[in-house]
């Protein structure tokens, strides 16, 4: 097997931080769905309270307590909202740092490689120059 290079590695490791940020994005998305139809269910709710129909008079307890739940879970949506937000920020500023790192280790890796062949270049020419000229001159 191959050794790894770091920048190698540091990709792998971009890639699985940037997946963990879409699933993190994906719940954020999920729990600001589940708020929007928590909030549409308060304003039925809500109409129903406030409604005149004799229909809705005897329930009116109900309504009540049904809304009292609805703003608890409501409170608790927003409270998990701001926590998916904060995930995702978290998430993102690691994947960020991880790519930097990335670049950096790939162009330190780059800068390797050049000075590795600008040495090869360098040992070819001593190599080729220096027995052959030397036999021809001694003799």
Known sequence: MAKDRKSDKL?????????????????????????????????????????????????????SERFSRLMFRDQQLSNLQRTHESRILK?????DRLEERMEEARGLEERAAEDEAVYDLLDMTLANSTPASSKLRSS
């Open 11 to 63: 990709k792998r490791l971009v890639a699985v931080q940037r997946h963990l940020e879409k699933i993190a994005e994906n719940d954020l998305a999920d729990t600001t769905r589940q708020r929007a139809d928590v909030g549409e269910s308060m304003t039925m709710v809500m109409d129903a309270i406030t409604s005149l129909s004799e229909l809705h008079r005897p329930f009116a307890r109900n309504y």
């Open 91 to 95: 998430e993102r500023t690691k994947g």
